[in-house]
């Protein structure tokens, strides 16, 4: 079997069928007796038998003409089905995946940067519940996975928190203590200074476990640390401020 056969008539040969099908309806409404609409259109009841006694499509000119208009009508319908069909890809192979353009999440970005959710540097979330378009709304919870150390506060949460108006509220958890108390923050200052200290009793913690320092009380324990040591950790504040855009 050639291509251009199994491109071109394989996928026609259901309407012949329909053209077949509504040519013996022509052929019905034909035979039916009287003159005007109505009467032959209640007459075809009587005569579909008739019509269909035989394989052979209707010949006269009404029944090809109804066979005609019916395929025609039943080919356009499924065109414009296919062609209204927003997810539908041809050629590809169900279940394919594919990467997202800036078309594709257009509709859920809010015009305004501050209103959105940051997921990655170029892609964005509207924090509106309810968009023009209710379809679009779309789930605002985040889970950020990644090990000690990988970035999870500095790359996502960060930047989060830093574009936010109004206030802020922070409640850190732990696998081994579970949540902490929850903190309040009306400025970006104040957050950047609570989630400095957060990072600073972390890494001082880690490097008094390193240093064999655990029996020492923790308040002592950046005094316990190497002068150098304490100058790189105290160093990296500026450093924080000036990625974050905070005036210290």
Request: with cysteine; net charge positive; aromatic share 14%.
């Amino acid at each position: 079997m050639s291509d251009k056969i199994r491109k071109y008539v394989l996928p026609n040969l259901p309407y012949l069928f329909v053209f077949w099908f509504f040519s013996k309806i022509g052929t019905a409404y034909r035979i039916a007796p009287g003159t005007d609409f109505g009467t032959k259109l209640m007459g075809m009841l009587d005569t579909f038998p008739k019509a269909f006694e035989t394989y052979w499509p209707g010949l006269g000119s009404i029944d090809l003409l109804v066979g005609l208009a019916g395929a025609a009508g039943v080919y356009l319908l499924i065109q414009s089905k296919i062609r209204q069909a927003k997810k539908f890809r041809r050629d590809a192979e169900y279940g394919t995946a594919r990467f997202g353009t800036k078309e594709d999440i257009k509709p859920f970005v809010d015009p305004k940067f501050q209103n959105n959710v940051i997921l990655t540097g170029t892609e964005f979330l509207t924090m509106n519940t309810r968009p023009k378009i209710p379809a679009n709304a779309r789930n605002l919870n985040a889970c950020v996975i990644g090990s000690s150390g990988s970035g999870k506060t500095r790359f996502w949460l960060t930047p989060q928190l830093l574009q936010a108006h109004g206030f802020v509220k922070l409640q850190c958890y732990t696998a081994s203590h579970g949540f902490e108390e929850l903190d309040t923050y009306t400025d970006s200052n104040s957050l950047f200074e609570g989630l400095w200290e957060e990072w600073l009793s972390l890494n001082v913690f880690l490097l008094a476990r390193e240093m064999q320092l655990a029996d020492v009380l923790y308040d002592d324990l950046f005094n316990n640390l190497p002068k150098e040591k304490q100058s790189e950790l105290t160093g990296r504040k500026d450093y924080f401020a000036k990625k974050a855009g905070i005036t210290l």
